[in-house]
């Protein structure tokens, strides 16, 4: 890979990594489902008129526009109202073993001693952090999990539905999240259109910057790379992100700065990517980074 791409592949991964600091702040003014409506919004009017997808293949879409977006998304955005940046960056990186897991008990792949020492370092990086004062609680915990779980199934979805483009998938995909979305606001949240008219530049800056930056350069600029580049050439660059956005946290919004947390987020980035080793075109081995 040139220097040009490695310039791009990490510019995509700060983009990323700022985009938890920005949702962060933009959580404190939007409500977290209704804001994760909103950037769908957003995103779909910008592709969608653009793109289209056979019918045959919508069923597909619309699976991966609850499981990723709805789910993953939606609990990523309620857990980080009451979680730290950094932490959760750490903690939605479980999705990879959590894929890696599930592509041997769904599609029967072979675990190997790489990813089983990769899986055990990555267990042991989130124990580390458990002892740390920036763990979060029960709720935000689980909802982190739920969501790196609905990443790690989206990547099962995904590897069936090679007829549809990345960012055609994104566009569409986006658009069928907005109903499920507005309708989890209405039922979990209140005061979401009042919340409209006392955001200040934090919320509205957190909406734009997760859908066009954060969605769509992000994400355009990192699928132009797969398909330049292997897989395993790539996403290794993701192991950064969660590292980036400790930094961030702690020099951005006073996140606290606890030698624990940065020990337990190398270990986990670690695991991670000794699970992320090979092969390139394994299940495991993903190609939707799990980013907000």
Not at 132 to 156: I, K
Request: glycine residues 8%; contains cysteine.
């Amino acid at each position: 890979m040139p220097l040009r791409d490695k310039l791009l592949a990490l510019t995509v991964i700060c983009v990323w990594a700022l985009n938890m600091i920005v949702v962060k702040l933009g959580v404190a003014e939007i409500p977290p489902v209704f804001m994760s409506a909103l950037r769908f919004v957003l995103v779909a009017a910008i592709i969608v008129p653009f793109t289209r997808v056979p019918l045959r293949l919508m069923p597909g879409v619309l699976l991966v526009s609850f499981t990723f977006g709805s789910l993953h998304f939606g609990l990523l955005f309620a857990a980080l109202e009451q979680a730290e940046a950094g932490t959760s960056a750490v903690i939605i990186q479980l999705g990879a073993p959590i894929a890696t897991l599930l592509a041997c008990f769904v599609l029967k792949e072979r675990l190997g001693l790489v990813r089983s020492v990769g899986l055990a370092v990555s267990v042991a990086g989130i124990g580390i952090l458990a002892i740390g004062p920036t763990m979060p609680g029960p709720l935000p915990l689980a909802l982190l999990l739920m969501s790196a779980t609905a990443w790690a199934v989206t990547n099962l979805i995904v590897k069936g539905i090679t007829e549809v483009k990345p960012m055609t998938m994104m566009g569409w995909s986006s658009l069928f999240a907005v109903p499920q979305l507005m309708l989890a606001s209405w039922l979990v949240e209140g005061h979401q259109w009042a919340s409209l008219g006392s955001a200040g530049w934090h919320g509205w800056l957190s909406v734009v910057y997760s859908a066009v930056f954060s969605s769509i350069i992000g994400y355009g600029i990192w699928y132009w790379l797969l398909q330049r580049y292997p897989i395993n050439v790539v996403v290794p660059y993701s192991m950064l992100n969660p590292l980036l956005t400790v930094l961030f946290g702690i020099v951005l919004i006073g996140d606290d700065p606890s030698p624990v947390k940065i020990i337990g987020a190398l270990v986990m980035v670690a695991g991670v990517a000794l699970i992320l080793r090979k092969p390139a075109r394994d299940l495991s081995n993903p190609t939707l980074p799990d980013t907000a």
